[in-house]
């Protein structure tokens, strides 16, 4: 991957070898499946997951956390599919480039798409981390799985995008220098 | 005759309910400069005072964005939920 830069029309532009476009979509594909699973109220989804994602809004009354989850829980969840459906689109959309080492695909970005990158850039981190045992500070961290050393690789590339993502967004909207 | 030794505060009386704080949590996962965009685009707070808000996220553990009244700060928190924060609203101590 080469990362996300800011083209002189005010657009993200980063470069994903093919792999890696396979590599994300299939991910992508699997929040927007386990977001689909909490909403039909499928419970063989993780708890530790859906806790991060979903947190407590009262730290000490745990009756008015639920019931503020129960009423917000379906509006997040669609937030966070349109989300994972932008990105999809903006791969969709995505150029084909040829290169010396093969084929790279050229994703281009406007500020609307940019959002949704960032929320599901997040959403998955917090699923790897969450994986990893590394999502919140009280975690103990480093579970010994594995796969754990690829959830990190993983988890470690999509901050890596999400940061990229951000300076160039930052330097379209004149925002990193004052 | 009304009561001469009772002192009516209309302050209190006419405030509904208490304020409430949103306060937004440290966790290891969300990038400095994420926690940042998030306060400038959904606040609208100046990058200044998004940076200082996302350094006391950071250092302190926590920081109050918001305070009002409650619905309006249920509104700030499931928006947080919604950007992956850790963010939970509690009344003002008084």
């Not at chain 1, 699997?30 to 909403?39: F, H, N, P, S, T």
């Not at chain 1, 959002?115 to 990893?132: C, E, F, Q």
């Not at chain 2, 947080?80 to 939970?88: A, E, I, K, N, R």
């Amino acid at each position: 991957m080469r990362a996300f830069d800011a083209t002189p029309a005010g657009d993200l532009l980063a470069e994903f070898e093919t792999q890696e476009v396979a590599l994300f979509i299939d991910l992508v594909q699997q929040i927007i499946g386990l977001l689909e699973r909490v909403k039909e109220g499928e419970a063989d989804v993780e708890p530790t997951v859906l806790a991060r994602l979903f947190p407590d809004a009262y730290t000490d009354d745990p009756s008015a956390a639920d019931e503020f989850r129960r009423f917000t829980l379906d509006d997040l969840i669609d937030r966070k599919v349109e989300n994972a459906r932008g990105v999809l689109a903006s791969f969709d959309v995505a150029q084909a480039r040829r290169t010396a080492d093969g084929e790279v695909r050229l994703v281009r970005l406007d500020r609307e798409h940019a959002m949704y990158w960032l929320g599901t850039l997040t959403d998955l981190r917090l699923v790897l981390a969450t994986s990893l045992g590394i999502a919140t500070v009280s975690d103990e961290g480093a579970v010994e799985t594995p796969d754990a050393e690829y959830v990190e690789s993983l988890y470690d590339w999509f901050g890596f995008a999400q940061g990229s993502l951000l300076e160039a967004l930052e330097e379209v909207e004149g925002i990193g220098g004052s | 005759m009304p009561q001469l030794d009772h002192r009516l505060d209309l302050a209190e009386s006419l405030t509904v309910g208490t304020p409430w704080n949103t306060v937004v949590w440290d966790d290891p996962v969300n990038l400095m400069t994420y926690v940042s965009w998030v306060f400038r685009s959904y606040f609208g707070f100046s990058s200044a005072r998004a940076e200082e808000l996302m350094l006391q996220v950071h250092t302190s553990g926590s920081a109050v964005v918001a305070t009002g009244p409650k619905e309006e700060m249920e509104r700030h928190v499931v928006a947080m939920h919604g950007y992956g924060l850790l963010s939970t609203l509690a009344k003002v101590p008084q």
